[in-house]
């Protein structure tokens, strides 16, 4: 549904993609996980028509983003990083206004965007300017949807609104999914991945992995584990000093500690500790979230 | 079509619901048209005339008194030879000055006819025309008054003579200049930040990323301030006409078409400003530094084009307004009609076409 094959893109000297390549299936809720800059606003404008790549091809539905940029703009949906409606218009004449735009009513497609619009009906007569985050992203999405799009692009929909907010975007993406429409959406947050059919890891420009969330938690390649102390900074300063180790990072109150696989056992961490004086602490083996798998990655790409 | 409408009410909704450019479409007009109109003209109070009585008769002595004492004139000066007229008037001393023939009562009465003439600075043509203006309203006054029994009026045959720029046609020339700089001022301004303001609320990139024309954004970004110039040129020729009686000389039909064309060519620069632009900060900037400005100062709306320096002289031929207001002042005071306006005209066609090829040229289809 979504091919990108090799693009290229830059800004001056800096690169922000790098002969990325990737295919979304149709049907498929596909994510991009990355931190800020890590070029995926880039690549979705330039699935959107919007930008041009210096170097690769890539299709929607088959349509070329640069030669036909007409059909795909047609084909899609399209939800920009920043909040992209007009503040000063009210709900219901935004969304009035993008469905005339594709030629199309409210009515006709009401069935697409029921079950999100209908959590913003009661204000139809507000202004947009005037709603809430979760409300805007609403209204952005169903404005994005008026038009029965065979592929949606969300670029971040989810920065910036409540946690409540985010959990029913997901769930409202994932019914949408389920109506058949192919999405491709980004974010910065690491515990969204687990909510998509696949992602891709990317980070400066290129693609690091693209697998489905559960095989690339079980592709993590080294030992984890989760260690509870009371005294966060000064065990993390000693683990440091682990042989065989890779990595050490707080994940709130707990530290994740990457080692080399085989290496260690809880009781030899426990060991190394314990002769660093430190006594108040638990060590138990953990699965690795994307965010581990992400770090990992991240270090070794530096490394080479 | 259905998309291109709901554009205009879009458009229509931002600019009804936003009260800066409310006041910026129909204030900032108002305000300039009575600015002009009464600060700019109308301060005749205690202007100093010269007068030169060759007749000394009562009638002329009871003249002077009338005029003296009118409240807008004072005596400040009187001129032995007319040699001494010219210094008077270039060291303004004198705004004016009124000079009675010979035996002006004996004409007056006898022949029923006398005459005065009346000399006046022009190099304010406003200020002269209205002093000329009010001179002869108290003169005709004068007579009306001194012969009220008489069957038939005798009448004063006044000899204006305007000093400095002889064939001073237009003391109205703030009206038709007026309606250049305001129609500058909505027609290509406002288009300009309008358009630059979807690109900076990011609105742009949906609109680039929808089925919609480049034209389509265009034109529905346009013909809403293009109906609004419409409406607002009407308001100054309406309360020019009946406000401040600047008369429409020539034709009505031909003046509209003409100010219909000025518009295009406004809206045409501003689109073009707006394809250079990407923030409204920067549209409101460069429309009022390289367009309102050079539109009062060099189109000849309140300096004539031809007193200035050559160099002036030739940038201010490369200013739309400038062959505008020339326009206006034909049409409107003179009467002409197109066989004197054609090349202005051909010009302004000219000048649009230019904006407008290159402002499709210079549109993106994409974001950068």
Same mark, same amino acid.
């Given at each position: 549904?979504?091919?990108?094959?090799?693009?290229?893109?830059?800004?001056?000297?800096?690169?922000?993609?790098?002969?990325?390549?990737?295919?979304?299936?149709?049907?498929?809720?596909?994510?991009?996980?990355?931190?800020?800059?890590?070029?995926?606003?880039?690549?979705?404008?330039?699935?959107?028509?919007?930008?041009?790549?210096?170097?690769?091809?890539?299709?929607?539905?088959?349509?070329?983003?640069?030669?036909?940029?007409?059909?795909?703009?047609?084909?899609?949906?399209?939800?920009?990083?920043?909040?992209?409606?007009?503040?000063?218009?009210?709900?219901?004449?935004?969304?009035?206004?993008?469905?005339?735009?594709?030629?199309?009513?409210?009515?006709?497609?009401?069935?697409?965007?029921?079950?999100?619009?209908?959590?913003?009906?009661?204000?139809?007569?507000?202004?947009?300017?005037?709603?809430?985050?979760?409300?805007?992203?609403?209204?952005?999405?169903?404005?994005?949807?008026?038009?029965?799009?065979?592929?949606?692009?969300?670029?971040?929909?989810?920065?910036?609104?409540?946690?409540?907010?985010?959990?029913?975007?997901?769930?409202?993406?994932?019914?949408?999914?389920?109506?058949?429409?192919?999405?491709?959406?980004?974010?910065?947050?690491?515990?969204?991945?687990?909510?998509?059919?696949?992602?891709?890891?990317?980070?400066?420009?290129?693609?690091?992995?693209?697998?489905?969330?559960?095989?690339?938690?079980?592709?993590?390649?080294?030992?984890?584990?989760?260690?509870?102390?009371?005294?966060?900074?000064?065990?993390?300063?000693?683990?440091?000093?682990?042989?065989?180790?890779?990595?050490?990072?707080?994940?709130?109150?707990?530290?994740?500690?990457?080692?080399?696989?085989?290496?260690?056992?809880?009781?030899?961490?426990?060991?190394?500790?314990?002769?660093?004086?430190?006594?108040?602490?638990?060590?138990?083996?953990?699965?690795?979230?994307?965010?581990?798998?992400?770090?990992?990655?991240?270090?070794?790409?530096?490394?080479? | 079509?259905?998309?291109?409408?709901?554009?205009?009410?879009?458009?229509?909704?931002?600019?009804?619901?936003?009260?800066?450019?409310?006041?910026?479409?129909?204030?900032?007009?108002?305000?300039?048209?009575?600015?002009?109109?009464?600060?700019?003209?109308?301060?005749?109070?205690?202007?100093?005339?010269?007068?030169?009585?060759?007749?000394?008769?009562?009638?002329?002595?009871?003249?002077?008194?009338?005029?003296?004492?009118?409240?807008?004139?004072?005596?400040?000066?009187?001129?032995?030879?007319?040699?001494?007229?010219?210094?008077?008037?270039?060291?303004?001393?004198?705004?004016?000055?009124?000079?009675?023939?010979?035996?002006?009562?004996?004409?007056?009465?006898?022949?029923?006819?006398?005459?005065?003439?009346?000399?006046?600075?022009?190099?304010?043509?406003?200020?002269?025309?209205?002093?000329?203006?009010?001179?002869?309203?108290?003169?005709?006054?004068?007579?009306?008054?001194?012969?009220?029994?008489?069957?038939? =009026? *005798?009448? /004063?045959?006044?000899?204006?003579?305007?000093?400095?720029?002889? !064939? %001073?046609?237009? @003391?109205?020339?703030? $009206?038709?200049?007026?309606?250049?700089?305001?129609?500058?001022?909505?027609?290509?301004?406002?288009?300009?930040?309008?358009?630059?303001?979807?690109?900076?609320?990011?609105?742009?990139?949906?609109?680039?990323?929808?089925?919609?024309?480049?034209?389509?954004?265009?034109?529905?970004?346009?013909?809403?301030?293009?109906?609004?110039?419409?409406?607002?040129?009407?308001?100054?020729?309406?309360?020019?006409?009946?406000?401040?009686?600047?008369?429409?000389?020539?034709?009505?039909?031909?003046?509209?078409?003409?100010?219909?064309?000025?518009?295009?060519?406004?809206?045409?620069?501003?689109?073009?400003?707006?394809?250079?632009?990407?923030?409204?900060?920067?549209?409101?900037?460069?429309?009022?530094?390289?367009?309102? =400005? *050079?539109? /009062?100062?060099?189109?000849?709306?309140?300096?004539?084009?031809? !007193? %200035?320096?050559? @160099?002036?002289?030739? $940038?201010?031929?490369?200013?739309?307004?400038?062959?505008?207001?020339?326009?206006?002042?034909?049409?409107?005071?003179?009467?002409?009609?197109?066989?004197?306006?054609?090349?202005?005209?051909?010009?302004?066609?000219?000048?649009?076409?230019?904006?407008?090829?290159?402002?499709?040229?210079?549109?993106?289809?994409?974001?950068?």
């Amino acid at each position: 549904m979504i091919e990108v094959n090799e693009i290229h893109k830059h800004y001056g000297d800096v690169i922000a993609l790098e002969k990325v390549s990737l295919s979304v299936n149709k049907g498929e809720l596909f994510g991009l996980i990355g931190p800020d800059g890590a070029g995926k606003t880039s690549l979705m404008r330039i699935l959107m028509s919007l930008l041009l790549p210096e170097g690769g091809a890539a299709s929607m539905s088959g349509y070329d983003v640069v030669k036909d940029y007409k059909q795909v703009r047609l084909i899609t949906g399209y939800m920009p990083g920043r909040f992209s409606l007009y503040p000063d218009l009210t709900v219901e004449e935004n969304l009035k206004f993008f469905a005339t735009v594709f030629g199309t009513t409210i009515q006709q497609n009401y069935h697409l965007i029921k079950d999100i619009y209908q959590q913003i009906e009661p204000f139809k007569d507000r202004r947009a300017g005037k709603l809430s985050g979760g409300m805007k992203q609403k209204l952005a999405l169903s404005c994005a949807l008026i038009h029965k799009p065979e592929i949606l692009i969300l670029d971040e929909p989810t920065t910036g609104v409540d946690a409540v907010s985010r959990k029913e975007f997901w769930e409202m993406l994932k019914r949408l999914k389920e109506m058949g429409i192919t999405i491709l959406v980004s974010t910065p947050y690491m515990d969204e991945a687990s909510k998509c059919d696949r992602i891709a890891l990317i980070q400066k420009g290129q693609l690091m992995s693209v697998e489905t969330p559960q095989a690339m938690i079980k592709s993590f390649p080294e030992d984890l584990w989760a260690v509870r102390t009371r005294k966060i900074y000064d065990t993390s300063k000693y683990l440091e000093l682990l042989p065989a180790l890779i990595s050490v990072n707080s994940f709130g109150q707990v530290l994740h500690l990457v080692t080399k696989k085989g290496v260690h056992t809880s009781k030899s961490i426990g060991q190394f500790l314990s002769q660093k004086g430190e006594l108040d602490y638990s060590i138990e083996p953990s699965t690795a979230t994307i965010e581990d798998l992400f770090i990992l990655l991240m270090n070794h790409h530096k490394q080479n | 079509m259905n998309r291109f409408i709901a554009f205009l009410r879009k458009e229509f909704f931002h600019i009804f619901r936003d009260p800066r450019t409310l006041v910026i479409l129909f204030g900032i007009p108002i305000a300039q048209l009575l600015l002009f109109g009464y600060v700019l003209t109308n301060e005749v109070r205690n202007v100093k005339i010269g007068i030169v009585d060759n007749s000394k008769d009562y009638l002329s002595i009871k003249l002077s008194e009338r005029i003296l004492s009118s409240g807008y004139f004072l005596l400040a000066a009187t001129p032995a030879t007319e040699s001494e007229y010219e210094g008077l008037f270039r060291s303004s001393k004198v705004k004016e000055i009124i000079v009675f023939e010979p035996d002006f009562a004996r004409n007056l009465i006898k022949e029923g006819k006398a005459g005065i003439q009346v000399i006046a600075d022009a190099s304010e043509p406003n200020a002269a025309q209205l002093i000329v203006n009010y001179t002869t309203a108290i003169a005709n006054d004068f007579v009306r008054d001194e012969f009220v029994k008489e069957q038939k =009026l *005798p009448g /004063i045959a006044i000899k204006v003579r305007m000093l400095f720029n002889e !064939n %001073m046609r237009d @003391a109205y020339n703030f $009206i038709p200049g007026l309606i250049a700089v305001i129609l500058m001022l909505i027609s290509a301004m406002m288009t300009a930040i309008t358009i630059t303001r979807e690109k900076e609320s990011g609105t742009m990139e949906i609109l680039l990323a929808s089925p919609l024309k480049p034209i389509q954004i265009i034109l529905g970004k346009v013909v809403p301030y293009m109906i609004l110039s419409i409406v607002n040129a009407l308001v100054v020729l309406i309360l020019g006409y009946f406000v401040f009686e600047v008369p429409i000389v020539g034709s009505l039909s031909l003046l509209l078409a003409e100010i219909l064309l000025f518009i295009f060519l406004a809206l045409s620069l501003g689109i073009l400003i707006s394809t250079f632009v990407n923030n409204q900060v920067t549209a409101l900037a460069l429309s009022g530094f390289v367009l309102m =400005l *050079p539109s /009062i100062l060099l189109s000849g709306f309140i300096f004539p084009v031809k !007193n %200035m320096p050559i @160099a002036l002289q030739i $940038i201010a031929n490369l200013m739309p307004p400038r062959w505008f207001i020339e326009i206006n002042r034909t049409v409107m005071l003179k009467g002409g009609g197109l066989a004197e306006i054609w090349p202005h005209t051909l010009i302004l066609i000219g000048m649009s076409l230019l904006f407008i090829v290159i402002s499709i040229r210079k549109f993106k289809i994409r974001l950068q």
